[in-house]
Every structure is written in structure tokens, then in C-alpha cells.
């Protein structure tokens, strides 16, 4: 596609609830990053898969975090039990291929908010 | 760890020149990159430096170095649209970039 898109845009769940947010990355990109960004904060790694190697799981903040990627094509992240401090914007990013700095390009975001 | 140090916010006037900054300890490096976000948008990339030295892009300039564990981003002739919030973020050869928390600009006209 033209850009990275991610779905749903805002996402209003309870506390306790299970939410699953999906990414489609630029096609041909191999490299697929998820971040976390809470209200007025920096970009925080959660985790980052390339081409069929294992994904670097890093960054997740606990078990309740899980992502899977098919391919190099879509990737979902899923949060179990949503907790109100899981509220953020959730991004996702891909480059074409994660040698230097390749530049990532990031989708607008999903914005969970958690009540 | 990796850890990133910016200015919070600066505010600077229309046509005017401003500089942030930005110091990084980090276990490995090969390079520092700046983004650009404006409220509500996402992570737009600005540039890349690998290499001692200024690199330039129109209105834009980044600086590196590497022995100072230092680099700035430099906006010239500032506009309106350039309010926005600018990261700093280190590559190390692993995995994702690793982002400062931001400096928020502000334009006044």
C-alpha cells in the first residue's frame, strides 16, 4: 500500500477487556516495529519483527502484551486484561530493511483508552 | 541501557533560527536520527547521521558527534507549520531505534 495503516483508529475498552490491534506495514518492508506512546512522552519499543527471524520481544511490558506477524506482511498486537495504564497511542512502523537507521515509517496510530 | 537527554520544549519567533539538542549513552552506536510529530499525527522521519559532521536538508540541518556522544538538529527561517514535537533516536545495531522523550517546539508568529 501507499503507507503503513492501522485499525482501529481509537479504541475505548473496560479495564479487564482483551484488545487487539492490527498493523499493515508498507509492502516490501521486511522489518516491522511496534511502539507505545503515552500522552505527551517519547516513542517506548515493544517489539520488533524481521523477515522469519525470531521477534525481538524486548520491550513488552508484561505477559498480558503479545504480537504475532505473518510473514512480512500484517502483524496484530494483542493486550490481555487491558489495565487503565495500558491507555496510549499505540504505533507501528516498517522499514525496508533494519540495517543503520533505516528510515522507519510509522502509521497514524491506534489510540487505546482504557476505562 | 540506552538513555537520551533533550530539551522538554523551546519556543522561538517566526523567520528565527533554533537549535536542539540532544546527548546519548548508549552500549553501541551507528547512527542518530531526528523525527518530526505533530499533535495527533505520526513519527515523520527527518534525517540521519552516521558520520561526524553537518548534514543539511533545505531548511533543516543535523549535526553529529560522535566523540561528544552529542548531536543537535538545527530549523531555519522558522514557519508556523514547524511547531511540532522532535525526537532524537539512537541506532545501536539492534533491533529498534531507541527514542529521546522529545522536545516540543513551539512558533510564535
Known amino acids: 500500500g501507499a503507507g503503513v495503516s492501522q485499525s482501529p483508529s481509537n479504541k475505548v475498552t473496560e479495564k479487564g477487556k482483551d484488545v487487539e490491534l492490527r498493523c499493515d506495514p508498507i509492502s516490501g518492508h521486511t522489518a516491522l516495529y511496534w511502539y507505545r506512546q503515552r500522552l505527551g512522552q517519547g516513542l517506548e519499543f515493544l517489539i520488533y519483527?524481521?523477515?522469519?527471524?525470531?521477534?525481538?520481544k524486548s520491550g513488552l511490558p508484561s505477559d498480558r502484551f503479545s504480537a504475532e506477524r505473518t510473514g512480512e506482511s500484517v502483524s496484530t498486537l494483542t493486550i490481555q486484561r487491558t489495565q487503565q495504564e495500558d491507555s496510549a497511542v499505540y504505533l507501528c512502523?516498517?522499514?525496508?530493511?533494519?540495517?543503520?537507521?533505516?528510515?522507519?515509517?510509522f502509521g497514524p496510530g491506534t489510540r487505546l483508552t482504557v476505562l | 541501557g540506552q538513555s537520551l537527554e533533550q530539551p522538554s520544549e523551546v519556543t522561538a519567533v517566526e523567520g528565527a533560527i533554533v537549535q536542539i539538542n540532544c546527548t546519548y549513552q548508549?552500549?553501541?552506536?551507528?547512527?542518530l536520527s531526528w523525527y518530526q510529530q505533530h499533535d495527533g499525527g505520526a513519527p515523520t522521519f527527518l534525517s540521519y547521521?552516521?558520520?561526524?559532521g553537518l548534514e543539511e536538508t533545505g531548511r533543516f540541518s543535523s549535526f553529529l558527534s560522535r566523540s561528544d556522544s552529542y548531536g543537535y538538529l538545527l530549523l531555519q527561517e522558522l514557519q508556523m507549520k514547524d511547531s511540532a514535537s522532535y525526537f532524537c533516536a539512537v541506532y545501536t545495531g539492534r533491533r529498534a531505534l531507541t527514542f529521546g522523550s522529545g522536545t516540543r517546539l513551539q512558533v510564535q508568529p
Open positions: 512502523a516498517s522499514s525496508l530493511e533494519p540495517s543503520r537507521a533505516d528510515t522507519q515509517y
Open positions: 548508549t552500549s553501541g552506536f551507528y547512527g
Open positions: 519483527f524481521q523477515g522469519n527471524s525470531a521477534p525481538d
Open positions: 547521521n552516521g558520520l561526524d
